[in-house]
């Protein structure tokens, strides 16, 4: 079935550091793909979404392409912040109607 | 209350005990979800509802039991549950279903569930 592959964490930066969180898919047909976000004590948050190829998400700084032809919908920063720590998500959404997510990439920014 | 909530936010239940967990959304969607978060485990679809009926029901033992009076609530009832079933069980809801790719599913807080 369809599925989505993401980098493993925990991933540990400084303020104003580059971040990327590895996103790969498996999917028939074309998939919509997110990414959410979980904060500490909290539900998962939508951060950003594209519909169809070529696409870019974007926001709170964050931005990912939806890249067909790697299948890939890798999330992205330039300069993240201690707000920033939170564990990410990659999803798809499948053409059997369900919301299919990766495992998760918890995140630790430190000042 | 805004949102979707989730009650209560902690539970410790023996292996032969009842509960019930209750999901609320306060947006006026007609679909609602139950997840099950295990640790370094991806999410795992438990329950669909859209506009009151069971849509998907995905593979889930039945000491899990939901139920969907109206679109605004959704219960959770467990029993004889075991002590791999402990989790953060989160509730979702979207205005669509079927649409979900344009419609965001908006996540409460969740349940942390601990099976002794």
């Known amino acids: 079935g369809d599925s989505v592959t993401q980098m493993e964490g925990p991933v540990t930066l400084s303020e104003e550091a580059f971040l990327t969180i590895n996103c790969t898919y498996t999917a028939t047909g074309y998939p919509s793909l997110f990414w959410y976000v979980q904060y500490p004590g909290e539900g998962l948050q939508l951060l950003l979404k594209?519909?169809?190829?070529?696409d870019k998400g974007s926001n709170k700084g964050f931005e990912a392409t939806y890249r067909k032809e790697t299948t890939s919908f890798h999330l992205e920063k330039g300069s993240v912040q201690v707000s920033d720590s939170a564990v990410y998500f990659c999803a798809l959404f499948s053409n059997d109607y369900k919301l299919s997510f990766g495992a998760g990439t918890t995140v630790t920014v430190r000042a | 209350e805004t949102g979707v909530t989730q009650t209560p936010r902690h539970l410790v239940m023996g292996m032969t005990n009842k509960k019930s967990l209750k999901c609320e959304q306060h947006?006026?969607?007609?679909?609602m979800y139950w997840y099950k978060q295990s640790a370094k485990k991806p999410l795992e679809l438990m329950f669909v509802?859209?506009?009151?009926?069971?849509?998907e029901n995905n593979s889930v033992p039945s000491r899990f039991s939901p139920e969907c009076p109206n679109s605004s609530h959704l219960f959770l009832h467990l029993h004889t549950l075991q002590p791999e079933d402990s989790a953060l069980y989160l509730c979702?809801?979207?205005?669509?279903?079927?649409?979900?790719?344009?419609?965001?599913?908006?996540f409460g807080p969740g349940t942390r569930l601990t099976v002794t």
């Open positions: 594209a519909t169809k190829a070529d």
């Open positions: 979702a809801s979207s205005q669509g279903y079927r649409e979900a790719a344009n419609y965001e599913q908006y």
């Open positions: 947006l006026g969607h007609n679909a």
């Open positions: 509802y859209n506009f009151k009926e069971q849509t």
